[in-house]
């Protein structure tokens, strides 16, 4: 199964420190973010990994290069200086990820996550990890309901990790231009294609300074 880490985004609330810096090479405890990815994949058993580059894109590509540190091969999906949020990042990088479920994961997530679970994880169109939902985002988003299957109302919201494994299909249909990949979700979950799980383990969202100076 291949991986794709989405490290396009611009990190505005991340400011000033991403005026200068991509936010995916920000260090906490002398580390770059998206190297902690690098190493949980690469222990996980993932070889081939795509990553999608806009703003500032040239210093993650120069960081990371071809992945042989880590043991892994790693191909670029460039959008240039406007990045296509994550459905449309997702539907640019499909050339590259192939026609087989793929794995989609944020570059700006700590968590520990036992990732070799989805290189076999069944799916219909998608399968989420989901957590209970932090501080920062008490509302959640998608309800799981006891046959495993995602909706987007319900009780008991729970918020998505930013970890999941995808079928190329749902992005079959999907311009290659600029949008979120909620609405693409919910729609795929109102005809109950994407199942899920709840991970109570660690998740860390490195999404402001605060929380970047809190993992460090």
């Known amino acids: 199964m291949k991986a794709m880490i989405l490290a396009a985004g611009r990190g505005e609330r991340m400011r000033p420190l991403t005026d200068h810096t991509p936010k995916p090479l920000l260090k906490a405890a002398g ?3 998206i190297e902690y990815t690098l190493e ?11 990553i999608n580059i806009a703003h500032l894109g040239a210093q993650i590509k120069d ?4 992945g042989k540190r880590w043991n892994v091969s790693i191909e670029y999906s460039d959008e240039g200086e406007t990045a296509l949020e994550t459905a449309g990042g997702i539907a640019k990088a499909l050339p590259l990820l ?3 479920p793929f794995l989609v994961l ?3 997530i700590i968590c520990d996550y036992p990732l070799a679970n989805l290189r076999t994880q069944a799916i219909d169109l998608a399968h989420l990890v989901m957590i209970n939902n932090p501080p920062h985002h008490p509302e959640g988003d998608f309800s799981l309901n006891a046959d495993g299957v995602l909706s987007e109302q319900g009780l008991n919201k729970l918020t998505f990790s930013g970890i999941g494994v995808y079928h190329p299909k749902l992005f079959a249909n999907i311009p290659v231009a600029p949008l979120k990949l909620r609405p693409v979700l919910n729609l795929a979950m109102q005809q109950q294609r994407i199942s899920g799980e709840k991970f109570s383990g660690l ?3 490195i999404g402001t300074p605060e929380r ?3 993992l460090s």
């Open 106 to 108: 944020n570059a700006d």
């Open 212 to 214: 970047l100076a809190e």
């Open 40 to 50: 949980n994949l690469a222990a996980a058993g993932f070889t081939e990994i795509v």
């Open 203 to 205: 998740w860390m969202d």
């Open 31 to 33: 580390k770059a973010l």
């Open 63 to 66: 960081y990371c290069g071809d």
């Open 98 to 100: 192939g026609n087989e």
